[in-house]
């Protein structure tokens, strides 16, 4: 922000009944070294104005708008403990607050001004505002006593000066005192000379000689005027007693007299002493008094009428009053006077801590304040002067922040450097201010700032990935794992929500598959999943804040599906089908080991739900046959015998690892022969049997359904065999009995007999140690037909089994019977 220094100089002079305003200043440039845009400017108002009198537009004399006094809080900042005036904000005016005394305020100084600062917020802005206490003629002259008495020998001569209290009158200016009146003036005439200071000292004088035996006492008025507009007065009335022979008045030693008095020094001490002395000898005994002494004077000194010694009698405060002008008056016991000033310069002593005013500050400032941006404006004062009231403001070291002079007894307290919540959210700073004195007095003043959170770091999760496992058939809603983030910031900026980044899993959402708790991250199966068609997937988790604008950062969730035992074993040897018979031929000269099969099972499980082992079901102490625990290799385990049945019925069970674990079961048919023929009858009696059983079954079902049908198509014929008939007699008796007969001659079909068929077919394997075999069943088909009286044809087809054999030579020599 460039650096504005402007300084608006402007006199507003009111009175009762009169307005007086002119220009004092045009532009007065000042370059400062404060962070914001300054501004001085100066009124000018009498004293006594009535509370809630306007002093000025300050809005419109600073060129501000009204609405920024509102904004930026603009309020009125003084370091006196009185304010005398005050500010409208909604108007932009400075008013009366309490009623201005210039006298009261000022004293005898004559330059009267109140000056308070005008702060605003939003940026922080200060203004300087001086306004000047002008005197209205509101104090008549006052005389300290209502009579003055005066001894005057007759033997004065003329121009014998007699010294006169003069009138006090507390305003300044053309208002205070101006002239004094004699009457009569037959023998005494006045005399006015300037004293210390503006002070008027009134002499009266001798013009003509005073005879005792004349007129021993005389009269006079003395009447004091001031300059004010009406002119105000005050008169005392002189009583002069004329005396015997005393003709020469006292003489100081000197003309006026100049001491030093320590502030706070004590009671008693003697600070000046004065002296008179008188050419008469019969006037040795000259006593001293105070000429027209203020009541201030009064009640801090006291003078020795008979030694002169002016002795402290009060608390001299500098800070209250840094000089002292006493008017001493010397006289002798004729009567005749002389006066001479005393003047007492006050010494400061650094008896007056710093004092720290805060004039504005803000108890938050946002962490991503830049350097230079001002936290506090500060004002110090010290009542002491000269190397006493030099101030130096400074704060803790190693802090982020810095004390920036402005103006005088001004200062700022600016950021240094970027801030950083989190690492330090909280300030207490402490301000210290120390005078130049010896030795020095210091104060301190701590203030307490916040910093406040800006987003600006984003969710931070513990791992760059992480791994969930769960069970496949899991129900949906089943919880996979929790993902956590944290965030440096506070309040809304820390306030996590948790998504999933959208993506494809097997051509479907991956919303289908997962879900997640915004607020948890909680993560949540939306389904049910199966280990052997996905196995594993990746998900990518997205943790944004709340702030503006929200920051994110992503994480990597690898899921692992894991496989449970929900899948059992599979044959995928020797293969089971209803129309064959599978059958392994073991010779009975086959030795101990001999390899009769192998039984080979999947299972589409993993891990240990996949390892299978094998076992026979049913097994006897003379048990020919056992199978491989883990290759489901069946082997003989002794010789065969002749007590060994050619048909053997082994079943083998596969199990699984699982818990709890799943099985298969396996039929393995295996013929105990060395010709194949054996192997063959033994195989296609019991297929036959078998087929015949279900034959015979269907057969029976087939037959109750027919005769059903019959009997329903039966009474369906019947019933309308009768209508037709009602309906021939009905037509037949209205149509007359003369109609022809045609008769029906059904045709005659000569016997015959239908082509026999005959039909072999054979199919035949063996291995290298067996011979040929051939094997032949007819297959024939017989057809009757026959013809009834009434022409009707019926067939009757008989059909024997058709039975058709194949023999297919598999590994492991076996023999596949198909009837």
């Not at 305020?105 to 109140?114: M, P």
Request: aromatic share 8%; with cysteine.
């Amino acid at each position: 922000m460039p650096l504005l220094n402007l300084r608006l100089s402007k006199m507003v002079t009111r009175g009762k009944g009169w307005v007086y305003g002119w220009l004092l200043y045009a532009l007065y440039a000042l370059s400062l070294l404060a962070a914001e845009v300054t501004g001085q400017i100066r009124y000018s108002i009498p004293e006594e104005m009535s509370v809630g009198s306007i002093v000025g537009n300050i809005a419109s004399d600073l060129g501000l708008e009204p609405k920024r006094l509102i904004s930026g809080k603009a309020r009125v900042f003084t370091a006196e403990s009185s304010e005398y005036i005050g500010l409208d904000k909604e108007n932009g005016h400075l008013i009366i607050k309490s009623k201005i005394d210039r006298e009261e305020l000022c004293g005898e100084i004559s330059a009267c001004s109140v000056s308070f600062n005008v702060i605003l917020d939003n940026p922080m802005e200060l203004y300087r505002v001086t306004v000047d206490i002008q005197d209205i003629n509101d104090n008549s002259p006052v005389f300290p006593k209502s009579k003055i008495e005066l001894e005057i020998s007759e033997l004065a001569v003329p121009g014998a000066r007699f010294i006169l209290e003069s009138a006090i009158d507390p305003d300044v200016g053309v208002n205070t005192l101006q002239k004094y009146t004699l009457y009569p003036t037959d023998q005494f005439k006045l005399n006015i000379h300037s004293g210390a200071g503006l002070s008027k000292n009134v002499e009266m004088i001798l013009h003509s000689p005073l005879d005792r035996e004349k007129k021993k006492h005389h009269n006079l008025i003395l009447t004091s005027f001031d300059g004010g507009k009406p002119q105000r007065s005050a008169t005392v009335q002189i009583d002069i007693f004329v005396l015997d022979a005393n003709d020469n008045a006292p003489v100081f030693s000197q003309s006026s007299y100049k001491a030093s008095a320590v502030e706070n020094v004590a009671k008693g001490t003697v600070v000046a002493t004065v002296s008179a002395t008188d050419a008469d000898e019969s006037s040795h005994n000259i006593q001293y008094y105070f000429e027209h002494s203020t009541n201030t004077v009064k009640s801090l000194f006291s003078i020795d009428a008979d030694s002169g010694e002016l002795k402290v009698i009060g608390d001299i405060d500098y800070e209250k009053h840094k000089q002292f002008t006493i008017n001493v008056k010397a006289k002798d016991n004729g009567g005749l006077t002389e006066s001479s000033d005393i003047i007492i310069d006050v010494i400061d002593v650094n008896d007056n801590k710093p004092k720290i005013n805060i004039m504005s500050f803000s108890s938050v400032v946002s962490e991503d304040a830049a350097p230079g941006t001002v936290i506090a404006m500060l004002n110090v004062q010290d009542l002491d002067s000269g190397e006493n009231s030099k101030i130096i403001c400074s704060i803790d070291i190693n802090s982020p922040f810095k004390i920036v002079s402005s103006l005088t007894n001004h200062y700022n307290l600016v950021t240094d450097s970027e801030l950083d919540r989190e690492q330090i959210a909280e300030y207490n700073i402490s301000i210290t201010a120390v005078d130049g004195g010896n030795p020095p007095l210091s104060s301190k003043e701590i203030l307490k700032l916040k910093i406040s959170d800006v987003n600006d770091h984003a969710p931070q999760f513990k791992q760059e990935s992480y791994n969930a496992f769960i069970s496949e058939n899991n129900s949906p809603s089943t919880t996979i794992r929790s993902v956590k983030a944290e965030d440096m910031d506070w309040g809304p900026n820390a306030k996590i929500s948790y998504f999933l980044i959208d993506g494809d899993l097997n051509g479907s959402p991956l919303t289908s598959y997962i879900s997640i708790n915004s607020e948890t991250g909680v993560i949540y199966a939306e389904k049910s999943f199966d280990y052997e068609q996905l196995k594993s997937f990746k998900i990518k988790v997205k943790a944004q804040d709340g702030g503006l604008p929200p920051l994110s950062n992503n994480v990597t969730l690898n899921i692992f599906i894991q496989d449970q035992n929900d899948n059992a074993p599979q044959i995928l040897y020797p293969v089971q089908t209803g129309g064959s018979v599978v059958a392994e031929i073991v010779p009975r000269s086959a030795d101990v080991g001999y390899l009769v099969t192998k039984v080979v099972a999947v299972d589409v499980d993993s891990g240990q739900n996949a390892w299978l082992s094998y076992k026979l079901q049913k097994t006897t102490d003379r048990a020919l046959f056992e199978v491989g625990l883990q290759n489901g290799e069946i082997r003989t385990v002794r010789q065969v015998t002749d007590k060994d049945a050619v048909k053997q019925k082994l079943t083998v069970v596969v199990e699984d690892n699982g818990q709890p674990s799943r099985s298969a079961v396996v039929t393995i048919n295996v013929a105990v022969a060395d010709h194949f023929p054996e192997v063959l009858s033994e195989f296609t009696d019991s297929t036959h049997d078998k087929e015949y059983n279900n034959d015979l079954t269907f057969y029976l079902i087939l037959a109750l359904a027919v005769v059903s049908l019959l009997f329903i198509v039966s009474i369906i014929t019947i019933i309308s065999v009768k209508i037709y008939r009602w309906r021939q007699n009905k037509l037949f008796h209205k149509s007359g009995a003369n109609l022809p007969v045609i008769p029906y001659y059904p045709p005659v079909y000569a016997d015959g007999t239908l082509q026999q068929v005959y039909n072999y077919e054979m199919c035949g394997t063996t291995d290298s140690r067996m011979s040929d075999v051939k094997f032949v069943r007819p297959y024939s088909q017989n057809t009757l037909v026959s013809q009834s009286c009434l022409g009707t044809v019926q067939r009757e087809k008989q059909e024997q089994e058709n039975h058709e054999l194949t023999l297919e030579v598999r590994p492991y020599n076996v023999l596949c019977l198909r009837i």
